[in-house]
């Protein structure tokens, strides 16, 4: 039967490599999700969506500034939660960092 402590180290290399890969999975996701915007900027499928304004519910037509705006709010929401994802996952928080790059496919229309 092997020592102990033995034992004990085989599980924190074991569990050190759980938590390396699944900080790679969230880098991954990360790089993913810039990637599919840098490349898409100006395709819809990739913009983040925007929430109906109030006007919008009232039957108004948009503006091109309203347009403009509402699309800045959205890009900056969606750098902000990316950006938490990268501290987190730096952190090492990546249960954290995977629900933020959750959010971010959820604001981009990703399932």
């Avoid at 750098?79 to 952190?91: S, T």
């Amino acid at each position: 039967m092997p020592p102990l402590f033995l034992i004990v180290i085989a599980c924190a290399i074991i569990g050190l490599d759980i938590a390396s890969a699944r900080a790679d999975t969230c880098s991954d996701e990360i790089a993913r999700l810039e990637a599919l915007v840098d490349r898409s900027m100006g395709n819809a499928v990739a913009e983040p969506m925007r929430p109906q304004s109030t006007d919008a519910q009232l039957h108004h037509q948009p503006t091109p500034e309203s347009v403009r705006r509402a699309e800045e709010s959205a890009q900056l929401r969606l750098a902000a939660i990316l950006a938490r994802a990268k501290i987190l996952n730096a952190d090492g928080k990546i249960p954290e960092c995977i629900q933020f790059v959750v959010e971010a496919k959820r604001l981009l229309g990703i399932n």
